[in-house]
Protein backbone atom coordinates (compact mmCIF):
# COMPACT_ATOMS: atom_id res chain seq x y z
CA UNK A 1 0.00 0.00 0.00
CA UNK A 2 1.28 3.16 -0.74
CA UNK A 3 1.67 6.03 2.05
CA UNK A 4 -0.72 8.57 2.74
CA UNK A 5 0.24 11.94 3.39
CA UNK A 6 -1.48 15.95 2.76
CA UNK A 7 -1.32 17.85 -0.06
CA UNK A 8 -2.65 22.01 -0.87
CA UNK A 9 -4.59 22.37 -3.90
CA UNK A 10 -4.17 25.67 -4.46
CA UNK A 11 -6.77 27.94 -6.28
CA UNK A 12 -8.39 31.28 -7.41
CA UNK A 13 -10.91 33.29 -4.89
CA UNK A 14 -13.97 32.57 -4.78
CA UNK A 15 -13.50 28.98 -5.67
CA UNK A 16 -12.40 27.26 -2.62
CA UNK A 17 -16.16 25.29 -2.47
CA UNK A 18 -15.75 24.08 -5.50
CA UNK A 19 -12.18 22.57 -5.09
CA UNK A 20 -13.20 20.88 -2.26
CA UNK A 21 -16.02 19.34 -3.80
CA UNK A 22 -14.07 18.66 -6.73
CA UNK A 23 -11.67 17.05 -4.21
CA UNK A 24 -14.26 15.02 -2.29
CA UNK A 25 -15.31 13.56 -5.87
CA UNK A 26 -12.42 12.06 -6.37
CA UNK A 27 -11.83 10.63 -3.24
CA UNK A 28 -9.57 12.81 -1.59
CA UNK A 29 -9.64 12.30 2.64
CA UNK A 30 -9.76 14.91 5.42
CA UNK A 31 -10.37 17.74 2.71
CA UNK A 32 -10.55 21.01 4.68
CA UNK A 33 -10.96 24.54 2.56
CA UNK A 34 -8.75 27.53 2.79
CA UNK A 35 -8.16 30.72 1.70
CA UNK A 36 -7.22 30.02 -1.97
CA UNK A 37 -6.22 26.41 -1.43
CA UNK A 38 -7.79 23.27 0.19
CA UNK A 39 -6.06 20.86 1.86
CA UNK A 40 -6.59 16.79 2.17
CA UNK A 41 -4.98 13.60 2.31
CA UNK A 42 -4.16 11.03 -0.38
CA UNK A 43 -1.07 8.03 -1.73
CA UNK A 44 0.96 9.14 -4.59
CA UNK A 45 -1.56 7.51 -7.06
CA UNK A 46 -3.98 10.24 -5.60
CA UNK A 47 -1.64 12.98 -6.23
CA UNK A 48 -1.45 11.89 -10.06
CA UNK A 49 -5.10 11.82 -9.97
CA UNK A 50 -5.57 15.11 -9.29
CA UNK A 51 -3.44 16.66 -11.11
CA UNK A 52 -5.31 15.29 -14.32
CA UNK A 53 -8.51 15.93 -13.14
CA UNK A 54 -8.67 18.75 -11.04
CA UNK A 55 -10.70 21.57 -12.94
CA UNK A 56 -10.71 24.32 -10.33
CA UNK A 57 -6.59 24.11 -8.97
CA UNK A 58 -4.28 26.02 -9.88
CA UNK A 59 -0.87 23.42 -8.45
CA UNK A 60 -1.21 20.83 -6.02
CA UNK A 61 1.49 20.96 -3.42
CA UNK A 62 3.28 18.09 -1.07
CA UNK A 63 4.68 19.62 2.37
CA UNK A 64 7.58 18.02 3.12
CA UNK A 65 8.65 20.33 6.10
CA UNK A 66 7.61 22.34 8.92
CA UNK A 67 9.41 25.03 10.97
CA UNK A 68 9.56 28.35 12.87
CA UNK A 69 11.92 31.20 11.04
CA UNK A 70 12.60 34.32 12.68
CA UNK A 71 14.67 36.28 9.95
CA UNK A 72 16.34 35.61 6.88
CA UNK A 73 19.79 33.74 8.68
CA UNK A 74 17.34 30.98 10.05
CA UNK A 75 15.97 30.47 6.80
CA UNK A 76 19.51 30.30 4.99
CA UNK A 77 20.10 27.22 8.03
CA UNK A 78 16.54 25.61 7.76
CA UNK A 79 17.97 25.46 4.03
CA UNK A 80 21.43 24.62 4.61
CA UNK A 81 20.80 21.55 7.52
CA UNK A 82 17.51 20.29 5.35
CA UNK A 83 18.34 16.62 3.67
CA UNK A 84 17.58 17.75 0.01
CA UNK A 85 20.18 14.35 -0.83
CA UNK A 86 16.56 12.91 -0.57
CA UNK A 87 15.40 15.02 -3.62
CA UNK A 88 18.59 16.58 -5.22
CA UNK A 89 21.90 15.76 -6.35
CA UNK A 90 24.59 18.00 -7.84
CA UNK A 91 23.79 17.61 -11.34
CA UNK A 92 19.91 18.59 -10.38
CA UNK A 93 18.24 21.69 -11.20
CA UNK A 94 15.68 23.34 -9.25
CA UNK A 95 13.76 26.65 -8.38
CA UNK A 96 12.34 28.17 -5.39
CA UNK A 97 8.87 29.96 -5.59
CA UNK A 98 7.93 31.65 -2.13
CA UNK A 99 5.08 33.34 -1.03
CA UNK A 100 5.80 35.57 2.15
CA UNK A 101 3.58 37.57 4.73
CA UNK A 102 4.41 39.44 7.65
CA UNK A 103 6.63 41.64 8.91
CA UNK A 104 9.96 39.35 8.84
CA UNK A 105 9.77 38.56 5.77
CA UNK A 106 8.34 40.83 2.87
CA UNK A 107 10.07 39.99 -0.23
CA UNK A 108 9.26 36.63 -1.43
CA UNK A 109 12.24 37.11 -4.06
CA UNK A 110 15.08 37.86 -1.18
CA UNK A 111 13.38 35.08 1.17
CA UNK A 112 14.32 32.52 -2.36
CA UNK A 113 17.41 33.83 -2.46
CA UNK A 114 18.10 32.99 1.28
CA UNK A 115 16.52 29.46 0.89
CA UNK A 116 18.59 28.78 -2.36
CA UNK A 117 21.75 29.88 -0.64
CA UNK A 118 21.37 27.67 1.84
CA UNK A 119 20.46 24.58 -0.42
CA UNK A 120 23.77 25.01 -2.66
CA UNK A 121 26.40 25.74 0.49
CA UNK A 122 24.99 22.41 1.65
CA UNK A 123 26.11 20.55 -1.70
CA UNK A 124 29.00 22.57 -2.05
CA UNK A 125 30.71 21.98 1.45
CA UNK A 126 29.83 18.36 1.25
CA UNK A 127 30.90 17.76 -2.27
CA UNK A 128 32.27 21.07 -3.94
CA UNK A 129 30.33 20.87 -6.63
CA UNK A 130 26.13 22.47 -6.31
CA UNK A 131 22.66 22.00 -7.89
CA UNK A 132 22.27 24.57 -10.23
CA UNK A 133 18.53 27.10 -10.43
CA UNK A 134 16.47 26.78 -13.57
CA UNK A 135 13.98 29.13 -13.86
CA UNK A 136 12.42 27.02 -16.97
CA UNK A 137 12.65 23.50 -16.94
CA UNK A 138 13.80 22.09 -13.29
CA UNK A 139 13.71 18.71 -11.94
CA UNK A 140 12.47 19.71 -8.84
CA UNK A 141 10.30 23.09 -8.21
CA UNK A 142 10.41 23.75 -4.30
CA UNK A 143 7.61 25.84 -3.09
CA UNK A 144 8.70 28.02 0.27
CA UNK A 145 5.82 29.12 1.99
CA UNK A 146 6.05 31.86 5.25
CA UNK A 147 3.59 33.63 6.98
CA UNK A 148 4.67 35.58 10.04
CA UNK A 149 7.11 32.64 11.30
CA UNK A 150 5.99 29.84 10.45
CA UNK A 151 7.44 28.10 7.23
CA UNK A 152 6.59 25.33 5.08
CA UNK A 153 8.65 23.56 2.81
CA UNK A 154 6.39 21.64 -0.56
CA UNK A 155 7.51 20.44 -3.50
CA UNK A 156 5.59 21.20 -6.40
CA UNK A 157 4.00 18.43 -8.00
CA UNK A 158 2.67 20.39 -10.75
CA UNK A 159 5.34 22.42 -12.07
CA UNK A 160 3.84 25.21 -14.72
CA UNK A 161 0.40 26.27 -13.22
CA UNK A 162 -2.60 23.79 -13.96
CA UNK A 163 -4.59 26.38 -16.12
CA UNK A 164 -2.00 25.24 -18.89
CA UNK A 165 -4.18 22.52 -20.00
CA UNK A 166 -2.37 21.59 -23.27
CA UNK A 167 -4.69 22.59 -25.79
CA UNK A 168 -4.44 26.35 -26.07
CA UNK A 169 -1.90 27.13 -28.68
CA UNK A 170 -3.60 30.65 -30.09
CA UNK A 171 -4.92 33.01 -28.05
CA UNK A 172 -6.80 36.11 -28.22
CA UNK A 173 -6.52 39.66 -27.17
CA UNK A 174 -6.90 39.24 -23.03
CA UNK A 175 -7.64 35.54 -23.11
CA UNK A 176 -9.75 33.66 -19.94
CA UNK A 177 -7.34 31.41 -17.52
CA UNK A 178 -8.71 28.15 -18.26
CA UNK A 179 -9.53 27.55 -14.34
CA UNK A 180 -10.90 30.33 -13.95
CA UNK A 181 -13.20 29.67 -17.03
CA UNK A 182 -14.08 25.95 -15.91
CA UNK A 183 -14.53 27.22 -11.93
CA UNK A 184 -17.38 30.31 -13.98
CA UNK A 185 -18.98 27.43 -15.79
CA UNK A 186 -19.49 25.22 -12.08
CA UNK A 187 -20.39 28.47 -10.43
CA UNK A 188 -23.26 29.43 -12.82
CA UNK A 189 -24.73 25.81 -12.00
CA UNK A 190 -24.71 24.22 -15.64
CA UNK A 191 -25.21 20.43 -15.43
CA UNK A 192 -23.80 19.47 -18.84
CA UNK A 193 -26.92 18.53 -19.71
CA UNK A 194 -28.48 21.42 -21.68
CA UNK A 195 -27.30 23.36 -24.61
CA UNK A 196 -24.93 25.76 -24.21
CA UNK A 197 -23.77 29.18 -26.09
CA UNK A 198 -20.99 31.20 -25.87
CA UNK A 199 -21.84 33.98 -28.22
CA UNK A 200 -18.72 36.12 -27.63
CA UNK A 201 -16.28 33.33 -27.71
CA UNK A 202 -12.86 34.71 -28.48
CA UNK A 203 -10.02 31.76 -28.72
CA UNK A 204 -12.79 29.37 -27.25
CA UNK A 205 -11.59 28.76 -23.72
CA UNK A 206 -15.27 28.94 -22.05
CA UNK A 207 -16.61 26.15 -24.93
CA UNK A 208 -13.58 23.88 -24.50
CA UNK A 209 -13.91 23.58 -20.29
CA UNK A 210 -17.58 23.89 -21.15
CA UNK A 211 -17.18 20.33 -23.31
CA UNK A 212 -14.13 18.72 -21.13
CA UNK A 213 -16.83 19.17 -18.35
CA UNK A 214 -20.12 17.90 -20.19
CA UNK A 215 -18.06 14.99 -21.55
CA UNK A 216 -16.16 13.72 -18.00
CA UNK A 217 -13.27 14.50 -19.94
CA UNK A 218 -9.67 15.11 -17.21
CA UNK A 219 -9.19 18.95 -17.54
CA UNK A 220 -5.41 18.38 -17.91
CA UNK A 221 -5.34 15.24 -20.13
CA UNK A 222 -3.69 17.07 -23.35
CA UNK A 223 -0.99 18.55 -20.69
CA UNK A 224 2.39 17.38 -21.52
CA UNK A 225 4.27 17.35 -18.29
CA UNK A 226 3.63 17.48 -14.75
CA UNK A 227 6.52 18.37 -12.17
CA UNK A 228 6.19 14.86 -10.60
CA UNK A 229 6.92 13.02 -13.56
CA UNK A 230 10.91 14.19 -12.79
CA UNK A 231 10.73 13.25 -9.28
CA UNK A 232 12.84 10.00 -8.46
CA UNK A 233 9.51 8.05 -7.16
CA UNK A 234 7.97 8.95 -10.44
CA UNK A 235 5.94 5.89 -11.39
CA UNK A 236 4.59 5.96 -14.93
CA UNK A 237 2.61 2.53 -14.63
CA UNK A 238 1.00 3.91 -12.06
CA UNK A 239 0.71 7.09 -13.86
CA UNK A 240 -1.24 5.66 -17.14
CA UNK A 241 -3.32 3.10 -15.31
CA UNK A 242 -4.80 6.14 -12.91
CA UNK A 243 -5.20 7.70 -16.74
CA UNK A 244 -6.92 5.09 -18.35
CA UNK A 245 -9.17 4.67 -15.63
CA UNK A 246 -10.16 7.80 -15.71
CA UNK A 247 -10.55 8.03 -19.99
CA UNK A 248 -13.14 5.23 -19.49
CA UNK A 249 -15.44 7.33 -17.58
CA UNK A 250 -15.76 9.59 -20.65
CA UNK A 251 -19.32 10.27 -21.77
CA UNK A 252 -21.49 11.35 -24.32
CA UNK A 253 -23.71 14.26 -23.51
CA UNK A 254 -25.54 14.69 -26.45
CA UNK A 255 -26.13 18.44 -26.70
CA UNK A 256 -24.91 21.35 -28.29
CA UNK A 257 -22.54 23.33 -27.31
CA UNK A 258 -21.68 26.61 -29.21
CA UNK A 259 -19.87 29.72 -29.57
CA UNK A 260 -19.53 32.65 -31.71
CA UNK A 261 -17.39 36.02 -32.44
CA UNK A 262 -17.80 38.86 -35.35
CA UNK A 263 -13.86 38.30 -35.75
CA UNK A 264 -12.43 35.84 -38.06
CA UNK A 265 -9.24 35.48 -36.49
CA UNK A 266 -11.51 34.88 -33.24
CA UNK A 267 -12.71 32.34 -34.98
CA UNK A 268 -9.70 30.87 -36.51
CA UNK A 269 -8.24 30.82 -33.19
CA UNK A 270 -11.08 28.80 -31.03
CA UNK A 271 -11.21 26.28 -34.18
CA UNK A 272 -7.67 25.32 -34.18
CA UNK A 273 -7.67 25.19 -29.79
CA UNK A 274 -10.85 22.81 -30.40
CA UNK A 275 -9.02 20.85 -32.41
CA UNK A 276 -5.97 20.84 -30.31
CA UNK A 277 -8.16 19.39 -27.51
CA UNK A 278 -9.64 16.94 -30.12
CA UNK A 279 -12.96 18.14 -29.09
CA UNK A 280 -14.25 19.16 -32.81
CA UNK A 281 -16.99 16.64 -32.11
CA UNK A 282 -18.53 18.27 -29.41
CA UNK A 283 -18.42 22.65 -30.43
CA UNK A 284 -19.54 24.56 -33.13
CA UNK A 285 -18.55 27.71 -33.81
CA UNK A 286 -19.26 30.43 -36.40
CA UNK A 287 -18.55 34.48 -37.23
CA UNK A 288 -21.42 35.54 -36.01
CA UNK A 289 -21.86 39.25 -34.54
CA UNK A 290 -23.61 38.87 -31.02
CA UNK A 291 -26.75 40.72 -32.42
CA UNK A 292 -27.35 38.19 -34.53
CA UNK A 293 -26.98 35.49 -32.73
CA UNK A 294 -30.24 34.02 -31.98
CA UNK A 295 -31.51 31.33 -29.35
CA UNK A 296 -32.42 28.16 -32.02
CA UNK A 297 -32.09 25.77 -29.30
CA UNK A 298 -35.69 24.10 -28.01
CA UNK A 299 -35.68 24.01 -24.27
CA UNK A 300 -33.54 25.67 -21.68
CA UNK A 301 -30.44 27.30 -23.31
CA UNK A 302 -26.89 28.29 -20.56
CA UNK A 303 -25.58 31.00 -22.14
CA UNK A 304 -22.19 32.21 -20.46
CA UNK A 305 -19.89 35.07 -21.60
CA UNK A 306 -16.82 37.13 -20.86
CA UNK A 307 -17.46 40.31 -23.18
CA UNK A 308 -14.86 42.95 -23.43
CA UNK A 309 -14.34 45.18 -20.78
CA UNK A 310 -12.67 47.91 -22.58
CA UNK A 311 -11.99 50.58 -19.59
CA UNK A 312 -10.66 53.00 -21.67
CA UNK A 313 -13.93 53.15 -24.25
CA UNK A 314 -15.95 53.63 -21.52
CA UNK A 315 -18.92 55.17 -23.54
CA UNK A 316 -18.90 52.13 -26.27
CA UNK A 317 -18.81 49.73 -24.12
CA UNK A 318 -22.04 51.15 -22.04
CA UNK A 319 -23.71 50.72 -25.47
CA UNK A 320 -22.20 47.55 -26.16
CA UNK A 321 -23.80 46.30 -22.32
CA UNK A 322 -26.82 47.99 -23.25
CA UNK A 323 -27.36 46.13 -26.33
CA UNK A 324 -26.48 42.73 -24.73
CA UNK A 325 -28.86 43.49 -22.34
CA UNK A 326 -31.49 43.93 -25.09
CA UNK A 327 -30.48 41.01 -26.92
CA UNK A 328 -31.37 38.97 -24.00
CA UNK A 329 -34.81 39.94 -23.46
CA UNK A 330 -35.67 40.05 -27.38
CA UNK A 331 -33.52 36.56 -28.75
CA UNK A 332 -33.07 34.56 -25.74
CA UNK A 333 -36.25 32.87 -24.53
CA UNK A 334 -36.01 30.41 -21.58
CA UNK A 335 -32.57 31.00 -21.36
CA UNK A 336 -30.37 31.27 -18.47
CA UNK A 337 -27.77 33.87 -19.16
CA UNK A 338 -24.62 34.88 -17.29
CA UNK A 339 -21.72 37.29 -17.88
CA UNK A 340 -18.36 38.22 -16.26
CA UNK A 341 -17.29 41.38 -16.12
CA UNK A 342 -15.51 43.64 -14.51
CA UNK A 343 -16.75 47.09 -15.47
CA UNK A 344 -18.85 48.03 -12.89
CA UNK A 345 -20.38 50.47 -14.83
CA UNK A 346 -21.32 49.22 -18.19
CA UNK A 347 -22.86 46.17 -16.30
CA UNK A 348 -25.60 49.06 -15.00
CA UNK A 349 -26.20 49.64 -18.93
CA UNK A 350 -27.23 45.70 -19.11
CA UNK A 351 -31.03 47.04 -18.14
CA UNK A 352 -31.72 43.98 -16.20
CA UNK A 353 -31.45 42.88 -12.83
CA UNK A 354 -28.67 39.93 -11.78
CA UNK A 355 -30.31 37.40 -9.74
CA UNK A 356 -27.05 36.61 -8.54
CA UNK A 357 -23.31 38.54 -8.37
CA UNK A 358 -20.78 36.92 -7.43
CA UNK A 359 -17.63 38.84 -6.69
CA UNK A 360 -14.38 37.14 -8.56
CA UNK A 361 -11.01 38.40 -9.61
CA UNK A 362 -9.87 38.33 -13.35
CA UNK A 363 -6.37 37.99 -12.87
CA UNK A 364 -6.00 41.17 -10.60
CA UNK A 365 -8.97 42.66 -11.83
CA UNK A 366 -11.95 42.97 -8.88
CA UNK A 367 -15.02 41.04 -11.73
CA UNK A 368 -18.60 39.96 -11.11
CA UNK A 369 -20.15 36.84 -11.77
CA UNK A 370 -23.78 38.24 -12.53
CA UNK A 371 -26.93 35.99 -13.53
CA UNK A 372 -29.71 36.92 -15.69
CA UNK A 373 -32.55 34.48 -16.10
CA UNK A 374 -34.48 35.48 -19.02
CA UNK A 375 -37.80 33.60 -19.08
CA UNK A 376 -40.30 32.27 -21.81
CA UNK A 377 -42.66 35.60 -21.96
CA UNK A 378 -43.02 37.68 -18.64
CA UNK A 379 -41.78 36.59 -15.40
CA UNK A 380 -45.13 36.60 -13.59
CA UNK A 381 -46.45 34.41 -16.90
CA UNK A 382 -43.44 31.67 -16.02
CA UNK A 383 -44.43 31.56 -12.65
CA UNK A 384 -47.93 31.08 -13.52
CA UNK A 385 -46.91 27.85 -15.47
CA UNK A 386 -45.04 26.64 -12.89
CA UNK A 387 -47.76 26.79 -10.29
Request: with cysteine; net charge neutral; hydrophobic share 35%.
Amino acid sequence: MEQNFKMIAKTFFGFEELLEKELKQLGAQEVEKGNRMVSFIGDKGFMYKANLCLRTALKVLKPIHTATVGDDQALYQLFYNFPWEDYLNVDSKFVIDSVVFGENFNHSQYASQKAKDGLVDQFRDKYDARPSVDLNRPDLRINLHIYMDQCTISLDSSGASLHHRGYRIATNIAPLNEVLAAGLIQLSGWKGNTDFLDPLCGSGTILIEAALFACNIPANINRNLFAFEKWSDWDSELFETIKNSQLKKIINPNIQIKGSDKAPSAIEKSIQNIENANLSDFIKVEKKDFFQVEKDTVGPLHLLTNPPYGERLEGDMNVLYQGIGDSFKQSFPNTHAWIISSNMEAIKHVGLRPSRKIKLFNGKLESRLLYYPIYEGTKRVHKLKEE
